[in-house]
T-cell receptor, first 113, second 114 residues
């Protein structure tokens, strides 16, 4: 069966510090991968998606970047965090051989102080 | 691009009563409509989905209906229980040969009153 792992679960970082959030998927090959952000009490904002290694599409201009160094690994990064980067970050994957929606990870709660 | 509107934003129902959440979409080419449930501090989980060739789908106490002509779809939860309290998101997508993206509604916070 397929599983998605996201870490860390919570993170408190000072303004101006770097960020690296990691997401890995097991049990499938060549998944589509997605990073979403959810502000407190708000909806889901798509940040990045990837259809293959090294292929990243950005949906919203911002202080963040994403990379996909391996087929089932998706990394969200920032060189210098802003207060506005605080939120709940969710990674998700979708199969490419027939679309059945996304499977989300458990999320990372990021607080920038 | 696709736009999905979701109503209401909050909903409180008495335990045992039914809850209905409604969504509309803008792109008539959309053909896949999932619903997600998000409990506090967790990632959203798929609870039911429907494709455009089907008008209704049911799974125990949960059902989804789709009206392609009106471009709206609804989630129905019957005999609500306290564990149904959560935020629910609807979504829509268009087939795109392995490059599908979901467009989400803004969410409905459902509270079940014991």
């Amino acid at each position: 069966s397929q599983t998605i792992h996201q870490w860390p679960a919570t993170l408190v970082q000072p303004v101006g510090s770097p960020l690296s959030l990691e997401c890995t998927v097991e049990g499938t090959s060549n998944p589509n991968l997605y990073w979403y952000r959810q502000a407190a009490g708000r909806g889901l904002q798509l940040l990045f998606y990837s259809v293959g290694i090294g292929q990243i599409s950005s949906e919203v201009p911002q202080n963040l970047s994403a990379s996909r160094p391996q087929d089932r690994q998706f990394i969200l990064s920032s060189k210098k965090l802003l207060l506005s980067d605080s939120g709940f970050y969710l990674c998700a994957w979708a199969a490419t051989g027939g679309f059945y929606g996304y499977t989300f990870g458990s999320g990372t709660r990021l607080t920038v102080v | 691009g696709e736009n999905v509107e979701q109503h209401p934003s909050t909903l409180s129902v008495q335990e045992g009563d039914s809850a209905v959440i409604k969504c509309t979409y803008s792109d008539s080419a959309s053909n896949y409509f999932p619903w997600y449930k998000q409990e506090l501090g967790k990632g959203p989980q798929l609870i039911i989905d429907i494709r455009s060739n089907v008008g209704e789908k049911k799974d125990q106490r949960i059902a989804v209906t789709l009206n392609k002509t009106a471009k709206h779809f609804s989630l129905h939860i019957t005999e609500t229980q306290p564990e149904d309290s959560a935020v629910y998101f609807c979504a829509a997508s268009i087939s795109n040969f392995g490059n599908e993206k979901l467009t989400f509604g803004t969410g409905t916070r459902l509270t079940i009153i014991p």
